[in-house]
């Protein structure tokens, strides 16, 4: 499987954006969607992920209750809904696929990614 993350750009703080994370060549296989990022000289972390048919997420503690994930299956695509932004938020955003649920928010079980979209949040 290949993904392309986009959606970026440059939001005040409190705004909203949403990220998309299409896939395509072996869109049927099991796998968990993820979405981590990485700040300008911070390692990349994880923010959330979802389970192949949609009816699991999770979510880092930072991003609760502000981010949404879900998944259009029909479009082979993955979003990330992102409310109420703050500046800390800023950073590149990775989305990424990983075929062992057990290790959805490990940066290092990832075998495919997409490339980074950038997200900053002016205060």
């Known amino acids: 499987v290949q993904l392309q993350a986009s959606g970026g750009g440059l939001v005040q703080a409190g705004g909203s954006l949403r990220l998309s994370c299409a896939a395509s060549?072996?869109?049927?296989?099991?796998?968990?969607t993820g979405w981590f990022r990485q700040a300008p000289g911070k390692e990349r972390e994880f923010v959330a992920a979802?389970?192949?048919?949609?009816?699991?997420?999770y979510y880092a503690v930072s991003v609760k209750g502000r981010f949404t994930i879900s998944r259009d299956s029909a479009k082979n695509t993955v979003y990330l809904q992102m409310n109420s932004l703050k500046p800390e938020d800023t950073a590149a955003y990775y989305c990424?696929?990983?075929?062992?649920?057990?290790?959805?928010?490990?940066?290092?079980?990832?075998?495919?990614w997409g490339q980074g979209t950038l997200v900053t949040v002016s205060s």
């Open positions: 060549g072996r869109t049927n296989s099991n796998y968990v």
């Open positions: 990424g696929a990983v075929q062992v649920t057990y290790y959805y928010d490990s940066r290092d079980a990832y075998t495919v």
């Open positions: 979802i389970s192949r048919s949609g009816s699991n997420t």
